[in-house]
Structures are given as C-alpha cells and as structure tokens.
C-alpha cells in the first residue's frame, strides 16, 4: 500500500484488509504457558517413586481407586490419608457400594523402596474386603 496519488483519491484512504494477530498470538503463548505449568499438576497426588515395567498403559472409563502406599509406610485412598485401623472398613464400604462383582476396579500404587511383604499385606485387605479387580501401578521404562 504506497502513498495514494490521483485526483479522485485526494484525502481518502483505502480499507485496511490485513488482520492484527499480535494480540491472538499474544494471548494464545500465554495460554500454553500457563497449560504447560499446571498439566503436570494434575497427576496423582501422593508423590511415590514408582518402579519400571515394560507393560502399557491401560485403558479406563470408570475412575478406578487409587489406594498408595508411601515409603513410609503411610496409606492413602484416593489422595486422602487413611490409618491402618480405618482401611478394612473403608475397603468393605468401597466393595458394598459396587455394583458389579470384583467391586471398582483399584489400582495400587506402592513406593518401591516398600517391603515385598507389606504390598503383599495390602493386597491381602483388599482381597478379603472382596475387591477382586486390583492392579500394580509402575512406570514404563522408557519415560525416565
């Protein structure tokens, strides 16, 4: 668009046709910043470091239970902190309130630092409040 010349053009400008995306792309990298800082929020709330597998990732529709177990050896079901005395209850009350057989579908995350025979505890209190469908919860060996 140079300087506008000519008798019938005298003190007027031509529309401007062009549109001034600073602004959207301004807005948009704020956005994906912004994405970008709070996804990794999003993941399982209790900090636990997870041992490798090679096995994929399961599909789910149904939330499942997450029940964790710190290397301290504290439990927690679904991010809330449980104590030991109160976890065949709330199992038992997780197992009456399924509607399916096997109950919801739990997964176990354990620190791996943990004693074998404190996982296997765990899983023992689950299956005796009638949760049949538990599974282990790693980290693939290709993400580290």
Same mark, same amino acid.
């Given at each position: 668009?140079?300087?506008?010349?000519?008798?019938?053009?005298?003190?007027?400008?031509?529309?401007?046709?062009?549109?001034?995306?600073?602004?959207?792309?301004?807005?948009?990298?704020?956005?994906?910043? =912004? /994405?970008?800082?709070?996804? +990794?929020?999003?993941?399982?709330?209790?900090?636990?470091? @997870?041992?490798?597998?090679?096995? !994929? *990732?399961?599909?789910?529709?149904?939330?499942?239970?997450?029940?964790?177990?710190?290397?301290?050896?504290? =439990? /927690?079901?679904?991010?809330? +902190?449980?104590?030991?005395?109160?976890?065949?209850?709330? @199992?038992?009350?997780?197992?009456? !309130? *399924?509607?399916?057989?096997?109950?919801?579908?739990?997964?176990?995350?354990?620190?791996?630092?943990?004693?074998?025979?404190?996982?296997?505890?765990?899983?023992?209190?689950?299956?005796?409040?009638?949760?049949?469908?538990?599974?282990?919860?790693?980290?693939?060996?290709?993400?580290?």
């Amino acid at each position: 668009m140079g300087p506008l010349t000519g008798s019938e053009r005298r003190g007027r400008r031509a529309p401007m046709a062009e549109i001034n995306v600073t602004p959207m792309v301004d807005v948009m990298l704020v956005l994906l910043i =912004i /994405f970008m800082v709070t996804a +990794p929020l999003l993941v399982a709330g209790v900090p636990i470091d @997870l041992p490798d597998t090679k096995a !994929g *990732a399961l599909d789910q529709e149904v939330k499942p239970v997450q029940i964790s177990i710190e290397s301290s050896g504290a =439990i /927690f079901v679904d991010d809330r +902190p449980v104590a030991a005395e109160a976890l065949s209850p709330l @199992l038992a009350q997780i197992a009456g !309130g *399924a509607r399916d057989e096997g109950g919801p579908r739990i997964f176990l995350r354990a620190d791996r630092s943990l004693d074998y025979g404190r996982v296997m505890q765990l899983m023992g209190e689950i299956n005796a409040a009638g949760l049949r469908k538990v599974a282990l919860v790693s980290v693939s060996g290709d993400r580290k």
